[in-house]
Nanobody, 115 residues
Framework: VQLVESGGGLVQPGGFLRLSCAAS????????MSWYRQAPGKERELVAT????????YYADSVKGRFTTSRDNAKNTVYLQMNSLKPDDAAVYYC?????????WGQGTQVTVSS
């Protein structure tokens, strides 16, 4: 199993980023997927989930209305569109199955929000 996150970077407050997570080694289209983030000194927290066909999503209150998750099962990829970014959104972002599996974590992608 491999999950490879990409798309992070440095962005100013109010800016946007689109994260991608390429999955391999399991039947991607058969599983709900999730996005997590972890800021320095904090617990890893759930950001969003998406159902197998993409028709059902969940968002943490802190990102609701600003973040959108989607997936392309033909490409075995899940996305996280992040708009109106705030300094509090700065973290390493990870994808995983949903419910998560501890042996599935990738390396994550760093998001920095700063002027």
């Amino acid at each position: 199993v491999q999950l490879v996150e990409s798309g992070g970077g440095l962005v100013q407050p109010g800016g946007f980023l689109r994260l991608s997570c390429a999955a391999s080694g399991f039947a991607f289209s058969s599983y709900d997927m999730s996005w997590y983030r972890q800021a320095p000194g904090k617990e890893r927290e759930l950001v969003a989930t998406i159902s197998t066909a993409g028709g059902s999503t969940y968002y943490a209150d802190s990102v609701k209305g600003r973040f959108t998750t989607s997936r392309d099962n033909a490409k075995n990829t899940v996305y996280l569109q992040m708009n109106s970014l705030k300094p509090d959104d700065a973290a390493v972002y990870y994808c995983n199955r949903w419910p998560r599996r501890e042996d599935y974590w990738g390396q994550g992608t760093q998001v920095t929000v700063s002027s």
